[in-house]
């Protein structure tokens, strides 16, 4: 029986050549004598793809070789050498060595310089010319004019929302640690208020003044200042930090800096994204967004996002697990309109409904991240935001008119277990008996606010001069009760009315061709009233009427210097601002009341 077909490989310059040798015939007896037949065709094959092997052999060997930097002429270390599917790398002296034959191509690559395609010939040395890797031009939107990251005479910190996507981050909690001097408080289930440089507020309790914050909050050109809440980064296309006063740009909730949120925009294409998660504690999330052109002008573009989690917290005395849990969602639509003639219109309306719970505090440090109080409380913002932006072309100068308004409409709560447990805990662990004592070791604190904001600002921009005017209205009702005033009251019923009127200018002097100037100033008039009533156990109720009206003023200097290669030096000197208002104090004289601007 005649064995099976072997198949043999045999290597020529690279490529890969099958060969089958074919059966040969059996050697056959006739009329007594023995003669052999050999076949001729397989023979010939054999010898042929022998003598091919052997020039193979002969023609492929390790090619050395050297790459350089053209410019320097120094070795570069971590080049890649590439010869058909054979590779290997540059060692320190940019030596290489790979298996070629003469006449071959050579792939010459390294990160930073311009790759090559070389023959094989000997010796072989190849420089490698640098060149520019061009990146994403990263510009900065919050500020009066649209500039460049790279040309700006500021501190500030851009993260790009497709890093924060990558990253994980869900919400402007997540992204605060990849900002260099940015910071949250606790004390609320997400971060409220920011600190910037050691600069911000960690609380705003009932009693502790009016909504007028260090570190400003915006997003899409809505003020949401002290209401970080919302701040979820689902389709956000870039988060602003700007860092250092920057009162003549966004007023007086800027003294220590701003934090700029920026959703996606509309584009002329139909597009759509969509993610889920799901992780231990209950935790799950879902976000997506489609964009939707509608003609040749317009665009539009919706998205949505549902998350959820169980809080990181167990209850021991309710024996739930859900007591500190997170329920957050947001629709947002965006409306871009750029006809050929005419103005370019952005419009953005949003909901945000942060229904959060918060049952964090406990009397041993929360160690187990277990609570025992019987009466959790709330974390709660629901927000309806909108603005419209648009921008008119004067004429053929260059010039532009910028008109934005915005409207902000939010219910807040937060509450939370006053005295951190229960009687059975502080019955046990400390003692406590209310059928001894007479009373409950039993608090719970609780303030709701109403706050509506509406803004309209305009500026001109004519070349390198900007003058605009804003003026915002708030108003804010704060309904309040527990432990106040370090004991002095109960409940608090009280109501602000802020209205703010600015006039700002800025102008960049060109000195030189690297060499800019850029100076701004910005006045401001801050009129704010308050009526409030508290109460108090075996007390009369107390009434406050107060008003303040102030002038504030502020402005910058800077000179920069254009390194190139994407690099500014700029020294500035600038002063920020932050209003004043009244103390809410029941018991307070009236020349003690008003307390002075920042």
């Not at 311009?114 to 010319?129: I, W, Y």
């Not at 009066?144 to 040309?151: A, E, F, M």
């Amino acid at each position: 029986m005649p064995h099976a077909p072997r198949t043999h490989r045999w290597p020529i310059q690279g490529e890969r050549f099958f060969y089958a040798p074919r059966r040969s015939h059996s050697a056959t007896a006739r009329r007594g004598s023995k003669s052999m037949r050999i076949s001729l065709s397989a023979a010939s094959l054999l010898a042929g793809l022998l003598m091919l092997s052997a020039l193979s052999v002969a023609q492929a060997e390790e090619v050395p070789g050297q790459v350089l930097d053209a410019a320097t002429g120094r070795p570069l270390e971590g080049a890649n050498v590439q010869a058909g599917d054979r590779a290997t790398t540059t060692d320190a002296q940019g030596r290489f060595k790979v298996e070629a034959a003469l006449g071959d191509s050579l792939d010459i690559s390294f990160i930073g310089y311009q790759s090559v395609r070389v023959a094989v010939v000997l010796p072989l040395v190849v420089a490698l010319e640098r060149t520019i890797l061009q990146a994403p031009e990263v510009v900065v939107e919050g500020g009066l004019v649209r500039q460049r990251l790279d040309r700006l005479a500021a501190s500030v910190t851009v993260v790009e929302g497709d890093r924060s996507r990558a990253s994980g981050a869900g919400h402007l909690q997540d992204a605060t640690h990849a900002v260099p001097n940015l910071n949250w408080a606790g004390g609320s289930s997400r971060p409220r208020y920011f600190q910037i440089r050691g600069i911000g507020e960690r609380s705003h309790y009932a009693g502790e003044g009016p909504p007028s914050f260090s570190v400003g909050f915006v997003m899409d050109d809505v003020d949401l200042s002290g209401m970080g809440t919302a701040g979820l980064l689902f389709d956000v296309d870039q988060v602003e930090v700007f860092k250092g006063p920057q009162s003549t740009i966004f007023g007086p909730n800027a003294l220590a800096g701003l934090v700029n949120l920026r959703s996606a925009d509309p584009q002329q294409e139909l597009a759509g994204m969509g993610s889920a998660e799901m992780g231990s504690d209950g935790l799950g999330r879902f976000s997506g967004a489609v964009n939707l052109p509608v003609g040749s002008d317009l665009a539009l573009r919706v998205g949505y996002e549902n998350g959820r989690s169980n809080g990181f917290r167990s209850n021991a005395f309710l024996d739930a697990d859900d007591t500190n849990g997170r329920r957050e969602q947001m629709l947002r639509t965006k409306v871009g309109w750029t006809p050929a003639a005419g103005p370019e219109v952005l419009g953005t309306v949003f909901w945000a409904d942060m229904d959060n719970g918060y049952d964090a505090w406990v009397p041993d440090n929360n160690e187990d991240l277990t609570t025992y109080s019987d009466k959790p409380g709330k974390d709660r913002q629901q927000t309806t935001g909108a603005s419209l932006k648009s921008t008119w072309g004067l004429g053929t100068s260059g010039a532009e008119l910028v008109a934005i308004t915005a409207f902000s409409r939010s219910e807040l709560e937060h509450s939370f277990d006053g005295d951190w447990g229960n009687d059975e805990y502080w019955l046990e662990e400390h003692g406590f008996d209310p059928d001894i004592e007479g009373w409950s070791y039993d608090f719970f604190d609780r303030n709701v606010r109403d706050r509506t904001v509406v803004s309209q600002e305009a500026r001109l921009l004519v070349e390198e001069l900007v003058v605009g005017a804003y003026w915002k209205r708030l108003e804010e009702e704060d309904n309040a009760a527990g432990y106040l005033f370090g004991g002095d009251a109960t409940d608090l019923n009280g109501r602000y009315e802020i209205d703010n009127l600015a006039f700002y200018g800025q102008y960049g002097l060109a000195m030189g061709e690297k060499l800019r100037l850029e100076v701004n100033a910005r006045l401001d008039r801050n009129d704010t009233a308050y009526e409030g009533t508290t109460a108090n156990y075996g007390a009369d109720s107390t009434s406050t009427a107060f008003a303040v009206n102030q002038w504030l003023g502020g402005g910058k200097a800077a000179l920069s210097y254009n390194w190139g290669l994407g690099h500014t030096l700029y020294a500035s000197a600038s002063r920020g601002y932050r209003s004043g208002g009244v103390n809410q104090h029941p018991y307070l004289a009236a020349d003690n009341r008003p307390y002075d601007p920042e």
